[in-house]
């Protein structure tokens, strides 16, 4: 694959991929790692999202990649760090006003725990859940809120915004973007238009890197992840052929891409790799 695309997972640790990506089960996802990272060359840690990172488990993830292994690194650091509301308890469905959204202490706090990997972090992604209209009511609203944040933060590691409010998704919203050094990432799910017509419509706004992220259907109900059947294809999209153009036309513009596959995209995201590879190897310029 061109250096300028990067083709990766959106985690590692699945038992369901021996004979795909692993030789045998292993026992700690670091474990995992090093026969990862032969195979490609950037992972996501979704994972983060939703805890802080452990030391352990970063120190056990340095000792397995080469050096030009690349993350990219779901920030976290707090419940509800990018959500403006919290329930106020768990048996009610009120809510109140998250006093850590978009904290900057939050953020700092997470930094100091990713330091000793930073060199490997291609990017950090804030993953925004769907952002009520009674919280946050405008665009306009939510591109000062987040403005103010990066404004005060520490920018030393690239920062991707990946939302989930498809009105948001305008002129104005990507010119924010480029002004102050921020990524878009290009997130397919259900119910948000597809990535390659945002892209047609944006593309002469975005900045050098590109973030793609093939994310599918999230599970309606909790489900365990590392024991499913993660190893096979159980809906072979038809349109992946339009985000390769995509992925294509980035590379022949001179973007650096990152790819993220989840296996709720298709099935399998190392079989969706697959897919993706072969249809790049006619990539032309």
């Not at 996501?44 to 030009?68: T, V």
């Not at 707090?78 to 900057?104: H, K, M, W, Y």
């Amino acid at each position: 694959m061109n250096g300028s695309i990067k083709l990766g997972t959106c985690s590692w640790d699945f038992d369901s991929w021996v004979g795909l990506v692993y030789s045998q089960v292993r026992r700690r996802p670091g474990e995992y790692l090093r026969e990862y990272a032969g195979k490609y060359n950037t992972v996501e840690i979704d994972s983060w999202i939703n805890r802080l990172p452990d030391a352990e488990d970063i120190e056990d993830y340095l000792r397995e990649i080469p050096g030009d292994f690349s993350f990219a690194a779901k920030v976290s650091g707090a419940v509800g760090f990018f959500c403006e509301q919290i329930p106020d308890s768990p048996d009610t469905s009120s809510a109140r006003e998250n006093p850590e959204f978009l904290s900057e202490d939050v953020f700092r706090h997470y930094l100091q725990t990713i330091r000793p990997m930073e060199k490997h972090i291609a990017v950090l992604i804030a993953e925004f859940g769907h952002l009520s209209a009674e919280a946050v009511p405008s665009l306009e609203v939510f591109m000062e809120k987040l403005g103010s944040f990066v404004s005060r933060i520490d920018r030393t590691i690239p920062l991707a915004v990946d939302i989930r409010n498809s009105e948001y998704l305008k002129r104005e919203y990507f010119e924010f973007l480029r002004e102050r050094d921020l990524i878009h990432v290009f997130t397919e799910t259900g119910g948000s238009p597809h990535i390659y017509g945002i892209y047609d419509e944006f593309k002469k706004l975005l900045g050098r890197t590109a973030v793609i992220r093939l994310a599918g259907e999230p599970p309606k109900e909790p489900e365990p992840e590392k024991q499913m059947p993660w190893n096979r294809l159980i809906q072979i999209r038809p349109d992946l052929s339009k985000i390769t153009d995509m992925i294509t036309d980035l590379h022949c513009r001179g973007h650096q891409v990152l790819v993220y596959v989840d296996n709720h995209y298709e099935g399998s995201a190392p079989k969706t790799i697959e897919r993706i590879e072969s249809l790049l190897e006619a990539m032309v310029c």
